[in-house]
């Protein structure tokens, strides 16, 4: 098995390499232009996005680390219709992604979309909260917590790009991607404590919340966008 991935990902690896064009134009940009515009790290817009991605990880990586361990223990469904409801997840949550991208570089509503994931994908864990012990909503549920929690990432990554600019993208693509990083190493930690503790109800209740705290990341300060 891990031969077959091993080579799955060297041929994807190698195709990346021969049909990819690496070449990069030099921006032209004299240093006193890259003077004049902030540090990511002192932009309160910014930090917004960075922070909300960082709450939408969380059902992403629910679904990726203990879905499967859920729908065994809970739902007590076999492990082939696991691993097809995941791989679901995952192609449909890809697709969703390109969808939302697509939709977004036409609407330039790429803020109001993220809003709009983080409560679907927090409303879809309330009620997989609710409906922990039910085999089929258990199921619809997660799936769909999985597809919205998989959405958020290209138009997230795309908004913070263009807040910090074109000459400090590096930096704010950096700092939102040690945040998924971060996030995605704490959940399944988090996960397995209140799991063991309180229960799956627990679990997909915390979930929720931190789902929808999302939100709060998008509450406008003030006219003041940096420190």
């Known amino acids: 098995m891990f031969i077959v991935l091993a080579i799955a990902g060297f041929s994807m690896g190698l195709i990346v390499v021969l049909f990819i064009n690496t070449k990069h134009t030099e921006s032209k940009y004299t240093s006193k232009s890259m003077l004049t515009i902030p540090s990511p790290l002192k932009s309160i817009e910014v930090w917004k996005i960075v922070m909300a991605a960082g709450f939408l990880t969380v059902p992403q ?48 509503n790429r803020i109001s979309l993220l809003k709009y994931y983080a409560i679907l994908a927090g409303i879809a864990s309330l009620l997989l909260c609710v409906m922990v012990n039910n085999t089929y909503m258990g199921v619809v549920f997660v799936v769909l917590t999985g597809l919205f929690g998989h ?77």
């Not at 065994?72 to 969808?99: E, F, P």
């Not at 990554?157 to 590096?170: C, D, H, P, S």
């Not at 404590?193 to 705290?213: E, H, N, P």
Request: aromatic share 12%; charged share 10%.
């Open 61 to 108: 990586m629910a679904i990726l680390t203990f879905g499967s361990i859920y729908m065994r223990d809970i739902l007590h469904i076999g492990l082939a219709s696991i691993s097809i409801i995941l791989i679901g997840v995952q192609i449909g949550g890809g697709m969703l992604r390109i969808w939302s991208g697509y939709y977004t570089d036409k609407k330039k």
């Open 151 to 227: 959405a958020w990432h290209g138009i997230a990554y795309t908004e913070v790009a263009m807040k910090a600019g074109i000459e400090r993208t590096g930096t704010a693509l950096g700092m939102i991607g040690t945040t998924v990083f971060i996030t995605s190493f704490l959940t399944p930690i988090i996960i397995a404590r209140i799991a063991d503790g309180y229960g799956w109800s627990a679990v997909w209740g915390a979930v929720a919340m931190l789902t929808f705290a999302a939100l709060l990341c998008f509450i406008p300060f003030s006219n003041r966008s940096k420190f």
